[in-house]
Structure formats: structure tokens, C-alpha cells
């Protein structure tokens, strides 16, 4: 079973700038978790871009999905920004591919020592590979449907829509 | 839903003493893993034992299918050593409990820092939830069942039995 | 012999909010440094602002210059953001006191894992120890006087100001 | 200025192997140390040997002194196991060369991310560079003299020959 990451940025790949102490992007830490986490599943890793999610348009949106259904993998991991990671999750859940999609990220950067990002990362590669088609929501050790989903933004946490 | 953890011991919780300079078991560090990934499932955690995998008896299975079958959860992840995780899986999956059982554990302690703990805890919250009733193994990222699934003990990861 | 820590905030202890996914400062982390170093030297922590060095005024300077000179103890560690360090060291070598001073403070926050403070505070806290009276900067595991010392902004770096 | 440090294997360098579940010697993390501390003094580093101290000889010992001797930099570091120490440091001592020797150590492993390493290794560094030619060891945050150091076994950490 082969597994699809396409990366888009998020918190979960911010690092730290020692010069301007401002957070920063420079390239995916996916290759480094993979290897912490001893992971023997096969994974291919695409990094579409690195933002902000709070900057992605519309048009990054198209992207992603069209990366989605282009791709051979019919299993496919999406790391994102928590702030609009309900957005696309509706826009991708809305195309009705026949595919198992899974969004996840982390509300602190991997490279701060007390990230979820790990553990996020583990629970997405698990429910990317034992759920049927659909596009889900794995944050908080939870997995949502898209269509049932937001993120709590006082509590840092995601929840049902009627939670 | 509702998980609920068993504690057994091995790699994933051994601590470093720094007067012996030996590895041993203090109490478990699931709470600290499992609020680390911000993990919002009610999971309710059991300590059974803290012992090295090596070193448990049949008894000890008994003790811990046991408690499988009398607890009120469906659905349950055994924290356990890697050296016999194997046989321990066995043991829960002939029994055949109409409950989903995931075992997982770690090549390195959690506390060292670059452990694959974190990871596999994620993974297997994530099976735990998501499977059928069944008895499974989560390492390395992967979900292997009861019967078909062995540790390869030079490479340090697991893998089918016909690999 | 007794050590005095005085906390003026700096990047040392800045903390990620992952609410706001900005930087902020909560309480120092001193404490938890000098027992992760296991230190066994006398040390009691005043924690006089907790800013940003950007924003630290004369006004402030004076205040820290007030404590350097009133409190008991002849050997003082300042924690301190490194962008105006120079300016308050300056502050404090110009009054002359009879007492060992040692500002220190970091490039990353001590929270983020791969930061220099637990470093920079081991350096100081032997500076402060067996150095004679006088105002000094430890960064870099170097130690400059008062008046002979800048940041390089764009390395990020402590050096001569004849370098 | 400069600095030679001596790696003579101990604590401070040792790692887990996660096929045997056992503690062994790799090669030092002195310059990944160096590096996260962003030091800028100038240290060269030679590896002796890579053994436990309890496992070290007369012979060893004679070893260390003769580098000590040879070398051209009159300040050195010793990186050491934290058991025989003192037995080191007396022999280095009672050579009375006409240099700074620093000898420090570490009662967790660096790898495990809660290591006193990197502070010793900053306390180590400064003593080296501020203290008049003897032999001292530099554990705790303090700085001993070589015949008037041992180390409490109970308690894990040194002291004063008359404590």
C-alpha cells in the first residue's frame, strides 16, 4: 500500500529565524518525522507549497485538488495549516473523489520539541490506510468528516459542527 | 468513543537512572504523550505490569486477556514490549474477543527524545478507531494482523511472516 | 559562594502560543535550567521585567542598575535579549560597581529545543564565578568586557568591536 | 584563544542501540554540542578513546597526561566519565603542568535530550578560559580543584573532599 503526502505548510513546518526571531518556512520536516517514527509504509512526499494557511487562496485550493485526482495514489496525506484546514477540506470532500483523502497538521511547529505534529503524523498515515474513500479531518487523535468539522479557535482544538 | 489503554511496560516507558546508569521502568509516560499530541479521545489508562517483553510469562498474557475481555471498552491499544509482542498478539487474537485490540510499543525509550513512541501511539489510536474487531500489531506506521506478524530482529522493524 | 540571576526577559525565555501562533513570554525558565543542568551552585532568580530588549528603556537599564548595586550578593547573572545587550552592559561597566557581572541570553528560545540558553547560562554561571569585579558579556562561549563588545546583526554573533 | 578538548568517552557521549536495547559508544557529540551552543571560540577536538571511566586504566591515564603534555594549546578540556574523575584529574594534577585543564562530564547521555552535557560542556568552556593554569573539574555548574573532589555516589552529584 503506497501513501501520497502532499505538503502545503502550516504551523507544522514552521521553523524558527535566529536572525529576525520570526517564524519561518524553509523546507518540509516529513522526511525527518517518516524517519523518527521508523516508518517502513511507503511514502512519496510532494511539497506543493509552504504557507500560511490563513494566506491560501482559492486558486491554491484548485491545486490541491487537482494534485489530488491527477496522482496515482489512491491514498493520499495532506499537511495544512489549522486555520482554514475546514476550507479545503469541504472543497476536496465537495469533488467526490474515489480516494481517501486525510488533511492533518500541528498547532506547534515540529522543530519546537513539544509538537502534536508527530503524533498527528501518525494518526493520519494510520487513518489514511484503513478508511474507505471519503476526505477527513485527523487532529486531537480524532478523525472528522469533512462535512463535520471546524476548528475551536479558543480552545486550539477541532470539534463537530453540533459539538 | 471510547479507548482504553493498557500498560505493559517495555522500551516505550524505560527511563535512564543516572546513579546506576541502567535503563528501568518508572510509572508510564502515556499521559504526557497523549497531552503532548493534544489527544482529545477519552482514553482511560490501565497499568497492568511494567515489565521488558522478555521477561513476561504466560501468566502475564492470561492477566492481560483477562482484562481485555472483562473491560466495559470495545476498543483497546496494549502498550507492550517488541521482543514478544508477537506472541502476545497471538495469545489476545485466538481468543477471539469480539473487540478491536491494537498492540504497539517502541524501539526507543520515549523519554530519549528521538523516539518512535509519539508516532506509534498516534498510529495506534488511529487503527484502534478505525478497524474492525481484531486483534493487530501498529509499527513502523503499518497495521499488521495477529497471525501474520513477525519482528525481524536485525533490522529492528516488523513485517509479514512470508516477507 | 552565592549566585544573583536577575531575568530581564530576551528571546531566552520566549514561548510559542499556539492559540495566536505568536511569540510571548510567560515565566522564566531559569529554574528549570539550572536543574536540568543539575546545578548545585547557590543561586536565587529575581525576575525584574520580562521584555522584549527592543523595548527596553533607560528607565528600565536603571532599574536593573538599582538592583545590581543594592542586592547582597557580589557575583550577578543578567538574563537579557541580545539586541540592545551592549547598551545595558555599557550602563552597568560605566557605574563602576564592585561586584562580577555577567549578561547572557540566547539566539532561540530555551522551549524550542535546539536553543543555545542552557549553554550560554552554564558559561555565565562559570564566568560569574571566577572572573574579577567587572561588567562582562558571555555569548557565543566567549566573554567580552562592557566596553568592547557588539552584535553582529546579520551573523547573529557576539564579537569586538575591533573585529 | 584556544581550546583543545580531549574526548575520552563517558556518559555524556553514549547512545542507544535499539536492536540490542543496550548503551554503547558511536562517535562524541562534541561538535554538534559546539554547534547548538554557537560557539565561536576556537576548539579543536581529539578523540583518545571511547570507554566507560570505570573501564579505564593507569595506562589510559598515562595516555591523557602525555596529550595534555604534547599538545600545543595550555588550555584543554576533558570530556570523561563521571565514576573515576577524580582519579583522572588527581593524576593530571599532580603532573603539575604548566596549562589549564578542565575536566567535565555528564550523568545523563546528550542523546537523551535531558542531558546536563550541554551545560557542563558550557561550564567546562569558560573555567578553561578564565582560570590560571591547575587542574580542576567542572561538574554542577561549579569548579572543583583536583585534590579536593569526589564524587557522591548516592547522590550523583561532586563535592568537596570534605563535605
Chains 1, 2, 3, 4 share one sequence.
Not at 487513518?127 to 471546524?150: E, I
Amino acid at each position: 500500500m503506497s501513501v501520497k503526502v502532499l505538503v502545503t505548510g502550516g504551523t507544522f513546518d514552521k521553523e524558527y529565524d535566529e536572525i529576525t526571531g520570526k517564524l519561518y518556512f524553509n523546507s518540509t520536516h516529513l522526511p525527518e518525522i517518516l524517519k523518527l517514527g521508523r516508518c517502513a509504509v511507503t511514502v512519496s512526499i510532494d511539497t506543493l507549497m509552504m504557507i500560511d494557511s490563513l494566506e491560501m487562496t482559492d486558486r491554491d485550493r484548485e491545486r490541491i485538488l487537482d494534485e489530488c485526482s491527477r496522482c496515482a495514489e489512491t491514498r493520499l496525506v495532506v499537511t495544512h495549516g489549522t486555520d482554514t484546514m475546514e476550507v479545503t477540506a469541504r472543497r476536496l470532500g465537495e469533488a467526490k473523489l474515489k480516494k481517501t483523502i486525510v488533511l492533518t497538521g500541528a498547532m506547534v511547529p515540529y522543530k519546537f520539541g513539544s509538537s502534536d505534529g508527530l503524533f498527528n503524523m501518525g494518526t493520519a498515515l494510520a487513518f489514511v490506510q484503513s478508511l474507505p474513500h471519503g476526505v477527513y479531518v485527523a487532529m486531537n487523535g480524532k478523525c472528522f468528516t469533512w462535512d463535520n468539522v471546524r476548528k475551536n479557535r479558543s480552545k486550539g482544538t477541532f470539534e463537530e459542527l453540533d459539538a
